[in-house]
């Protein structure tokens, strides 16, 4: 599946895990820069929080937070214009090659990042925010803006589509 922004950027994001301040608060910032398309990397753990998603492109990843997966899938159908909700994605923004999965299912990121085609594989479940290459593959954790405290700062990135520099967002120093 593609989607296609006029924005430069798109925004990472994950482990919302409920936490309304801190999603207000990146998704202020990503409105500010005129960011159109989000790639949640899972845990939005339940669909009340999707609905602070209206209006973007959302690439939703299923989390192991995210037990009320299919009220989620309906939240996201009823409240953006272009939407995927699955396992993993694998897929463009723009002509950015992407895959992403959670982190939590058993070998799945091993897999997109070693045998999968995208140039860029995104993950969430750890908490902690991650910016490394392995094989040729930039591999991408924006950190955590909710759920259990795992040593680093509550964060979310924005990836320039152009140039492909990544800016980790960190909600801790904004406070």
């Not at 409105?31 to 602070?52: A, M, Q, W």
């Amino acid at each position: 599946m593609n989607f296609v922004t006029e924005s430069k950027y798109f925004a990472v994001i994950s482990d919302t895990h409920n936490n309304v301040q801190n999603t207000q608060r990146a998704l202020n910032i990503c409105r500010g820069k005129s960011i159109d398309t989000i790639l949640h990397c899972g845990d939005f753990t339940s669909p009340e929080t999707v609905n602070l998603f209206a209006g973007f492109q959302i690439i939703h990843v299923i989390g192991n937070g995210d037990i009320a997966a299919q009220k989620i899938n309906s939240s996201l159908m009823d409240s953006n214009s272009q939407y995927f909700s699955g396992w993993t994605f694998e897929g463009k923004i723009n002509e950015i090659s992407l895959a992403a999965t959670h982190g939590h299912l058993s070998g799945k990121l091993e897999q997109l990042v070693y045998t999968g085609q995208a140039q860029y594989v995104f993950y969430g479940h750890t908490h902690q925010k991650k910016d490394m290459t392995i094989r040729s593959r930039r591999v991408i954790n924006p950190g955590a803006l909710g759920g259990a405290y795992r040593g680093d700062t509550r964060s979310f990135c924005i990836f320039n589509i152009k140039s492909a520099a990544l800016e980790f967002i960190e909600l801790d120093d904004l406070l």
